[in-house]
């Protein structure tokens, strides 16, 4: 079996590297923590509240069929227990899922913002585990300083810890994905039976985190193809049977078990057929501002370099220059298989195929999205990306260049506390901060519907006589946190009455999209200066 690399390890780092990635994992859950309890549950989160509290009460799959069960399931799991009001006539609604979280979590005689914590915590939780999994597979391939660099940016990833406080699939999939491949990684060293079994356990828990997980089947493909071509002794049918076999069966056992020992999977194939199933057919995507009815293609590779810290895309890009000039040294080695010994060369080059083909893989296929659903869709991509941006940290190895990555993991901690507890709305400084997020990307990039304990905080400073008109973006009940407000009526669109407005950023973006539909109305982006930014989510106008 390999062993984790020693070359240049100071002692201090590998005698304390536990305490610090102990301390950067707690760090990751309080900054997740405190910064949920000031935001208000977000569009997607009653949809899993809804669909996870059919399953558990009543063993009902088909509310949010499009959605496999696992995370569902744990966001409910509070709410479940707490035996909330059921409501009646929400299978009726356009959306009955949304409409059956909503009620329960709002009208259903429970306390919303316990809900919403005991919802968040299991997916907090999940997050929390990422960080410290980065960590232990990136001491096997990087070493421990460069894995505790890694750690430390994934501690305080804006994207991550965005993802990580809110009841969604993202995160959970993001976690049992990477999982999955650092168990196929650790099964490949030796090839022992039992190592599958624990890449197939976690694969499974992967599916049935989310449909996205479909595509660790074509990873493993073409990670064994990689192995066929590297390794000799992997070029055998046995081989490949030894992983395939325990690897299929734990999948459809987690499956079957997760959707009440359903064995043929008809739900499971159900749910896949059913995705994007209620898109509507005049939804607009956006990119850069424009409205499209067509998807961006080259959509999440553009929304990844406006909301990642530019720390990290510099030190993605020094990996790269650093790695394709060490190519020409490793070719010598890859391309003479005369022995099926490995090599250190060799085995550097597996093991950059193996942060490399997943994230390529997921970023590829999402190329054909029916619809840009925002840079989520792409989360899992993303404790990859920042393994592959470790070697950076480890090939610095003169005084100048570590004197650079050092500022540049500085500046990427700053970038992350900065933001803080406004995680979702995170844009780099080259895209030009969270101000500039609404004339960029929309909808779960930037506002989600979790800023209303914020508006909630700034109307209290006004006068009390001072009426307040609000277009919300999202599912939560606003008088719940506080704010009353009177709605924005589409004439005050067009021509906006005296008083004050908040208005959702993804509203103000919608506006765009109406006209590019041929609604009249009035792009406020352009035409009207905001007095208030709340969360950088939601806008205040005043008119006088």
Same mark, same amino acid.
């Given at each position: 079996?390999s062993q984790?690399?020693?070359v240049?390890?100071p002692?201090?780092l590998q005698r304390?590297?536990?305490?610090?990635v102990?301390?950067?994992?707690?760090t990751?859950?309080a +900054?997740g923590y405190?910064?949920s309890?000031?935001?208000s549950?977000?569009? $997607?989160?009653?949809?899993a509240?809804? %669909?996870?509290?059919?399953?558990?009460a009543?063993g009902?799959?088909?509310v949010?069929?499009e959605s496999?069960?696992?995370?569902?399931?744990?966001?409910a799991?509070?709410?479940?227990?707490s035996?909330?009001?059921?409501?009646?006539?929400?299978r009726?609604?356009p959306?009955?899922?949304?409409?059956?979280?909503?009620e329960?979590? &709002?009208? %259903?005689g429970?306390?919303?913002?316990?809900v919403?914590?005991?919802?968040?915590?299991?997916v907090?939780l999940?997050?929390?585990?990422?960080?410290g999994?980065? #960590?232990?597979?990136g001491r096997?391939?990087?070493?421990?300083?460069?894995?505790?660099?890694v750690?430390? @940016?994934a501690? =305080?990833?804006?994207?991550?810890?965005?993802h990580?406080?809110v009841?969604?699939?993202?995160l959970?999939?993001t976690l049992?994905? =990477?999982? /999955?491949?650092?168990?196929?990684?650790w099964a490949?060293q030796?090839?022992e039976?039992k190592?599958?079994?624990?890449?197939g356990?976690?694969?499974g828990f992967?599916?049935i985190?989310?449909?996205t997980?479909?595509?660790?089947g074509?990873?493993?493909?073409?990670?064994?193809?990689?192995?066929?071509l590297?390794?000799?002794?992997?070029?055998?049918v046995?081989?490949?049977?030894?992983?395939?076999?325990?690897?299929?069966v734990?999948?459809?056992?987690?499956?079957?078990?997760?959707y009440?020992?359903d064995?043929?999977?008809s739900?499971?194939?159900?749910? *896949?057929?059913?995705? #994007?199933f209620?898109?509507?057919e005049?939804?607009?995507?956006?990119l850069?501002g424009?409205?499209?009815?067509?998807? &961006?293609? #080259? #959509?999440?590779? *553009?929304?990844? @370099? @406006? !909301?990642v810290p530019?720390?990290v895309?510099?030190?993605?890009?020094?990996?790269?220059?650093?790695m394709?000039?060490r190519?020409? !040294? +490793?070719?010598?080695?890859?391309?003479?298989?005369?022995s099926?010994?490995?090599t250190?060369?060799r /085995?550097?080059l597996?093991?950059? @195929?193996f942060?490399?083909?997943?994230?390529?893989?997921?970023?590829?296929?999402a190329?054909?999205?029916?619809?840009?659903?925002g840079?989520?869709?792409?989360?899992p991509?993303?404790?990859?990306?920042?393994?592959?941006?470790?070697?950076?940290v480890?090939?610095?190895d003169?005084?100048?260049?570590?004197?650079?990555?050092?500022?540049?993991?500085v500046?990427?901690?700053v970038a %992350?506390?900065?933001?803080y507890?406004?995680?979702l709305? &995170?844009f780099?400084?080259v895209a030009?901060?969270?101000d500039?997020?609404?004339?960029?990307l929309d909808?779960?990039?930037?506002?989600?519907? +979790?800023d209303?304990p914020?508006?909630a905080?700034?109307?209290?400073?006004?006068?009390?006589d001072?009426?307040?008109?609000?277009?919300?973006h999202?599912?939560? $009940?606003?008088e719940?946190?506080?704010?009353?407000?009177a $709605?924005v009526?589409v004439g005050d669109m067009?021509e906006?009455?005296? %008083?004050?407005?908040?208005?959702?950023?993804?509203?103000?973006?919608? =506006?765009?999209k109406?006209m590019?539909?041929g609604?009249p109305?009035?792009?406020?982006?352009t035409? =009207?200066?905001?007095?208030?930014?709340?969360?950088?989510?939601?806008y205040?106008?005043?008119f006088?």
């Amino acid at each position: 079996m390999s062993q984790p690399p020693t070359v240049a390890e100071p002692n201090t780092l590998q005698r304390y590297a536990s305490s610090i990635v102990v301390a950067l994992m707690l760090t990751f859950f309080a +900054q997740g923590y405190l910064s949920s309890l000031q935001k208000s549950l977000v569009w $997607d989160e009653p949809s899993a509240l809804g %669909g996870g509290y059919a399953i558990l009460a009543w063993g009902d799959y088909d509310v949010y069929l499009e959605s496999p069960p696992l995370m569902q399931v744990l966001s409910a799991w509070g709410l479940y227990r707490s035996r909330p009001t059921e409501p009646t006539g929400w299978r009726d609604a356009p959306m009955p899922k949304v409409e059956l979280g909503v009620e329960l979590a &709002f009208r %259903g005689g429970v306390d919303h913002e316990r809900v919403a914590w005991q919802a968040r915590l299991p997916v907090l939780l999940l997050g929390t585990l990422l960080i410290g999994l980065i #960590y232990v597979w990136g001491r096997w391939l990087l070493g421990v300083p460069a894995a505790l660099a890694v750690t430390l @940016l994934a501690t =305080f990833s804006p994207n991550l810890i965005a993802h990580s406080r809110v009841a969604t699939a993202d995160l959970g999939c993001t976690l049992f994905m =990477f999982a /999955a491949i650092a168990a196929f990684w650790w099964a490949t060293q030796t090839g022992e039976l039992k190592r599958w079994f624990v890449c197939g356990t976690l694969t499974g828990f992967a599916l049935i985190a989310k449909f996205t997980a479909l595509l660790l089947g074509p990873t493993y493909v073409l990670l064994v193809a990689c192995a066929w071509l590297t390794r000799p002794n992997t070029r055998n049918v046995t081989w490949v049977a030894r992983a395939a076999i325990p690897i299929a069966v734990m999948c459809w056992l987690v499956i079957a078990v997760a959707y009440g020992f359903d064995l043929d999977l008809s739900l499971y194939r159900a749910g *896949v057929a059913r995705i #994007y199933f209620d898109l509507s057919e005049i939804y607009y995507n956006y990119l850069l501002g424009v409205p499209s009815q067509t998807p &961006f293609w #080259y #959509y999440n590779p *553009v929304a990844y @370099l @406006l !909301k990642v810290p530019t720390a990290v895309l510099v030190l993605l890009l020094l990996s790269t220059v650093g790695m394709l000039g060490r190519s020409r !040294k +490793q070719r010598d080695h890859v391309e003479n298989p005369e022995s099926s010994k490995a090599t250190p060369e060799r /085995a550097d080059l597996e093991n950059l @195929l193996f942060l490399l083909i997943p994230p390529a893989m997921v970023i590829g296929v999402a190329f054909f999205d029916q619809t840009n659903l925002g840079l989520r869709r792409i989360l899992p991509a993303f404790p990859f990306l920042l393994l592959f941006a470790g070697y950076a940290v480890r090939e610095a190895d003169s005084r100048i260049m570590q004197g650079i990555v050092a500022t540049l993991l500085v500046w990427a901690v700053v970038a %992350g506390v900065s933001v803080y507890p406004n995680h979702l709305a &995170f844009f780099n400084i080259v895209a030009g901060g969270p101000d500039q997020a609404p004339y960029l990307l929309d909808d779960s990039n930037i506002d989600w519907g +979790q800023d209303l304990p914020a508006l909630a905080v700034w109307k209290a400073t006004r006068p009390a006589d001072e009426e307040l008109r609000l277009l919300y973006h999202g599912n939560a $009940d606003p008088e719940a946190y506080g704010v009353r407000a009177a $709605d924005v009526l589409v004439g005050d669109m067009l021509e906006p009455r005296p %008083g004050i407005y908040a208005v959702s950023a993804t509203k103000l973006t919608g =506006f765009r999209k109406l006209m590019a539909h041929g609604v009249p109305g009035v792009d406020w982006l352009t035409e =009207f200066e905001p007095i208030e930014r709340i969360g950088h989510s939601i806008y205040i106008y005043e008119f006088r």
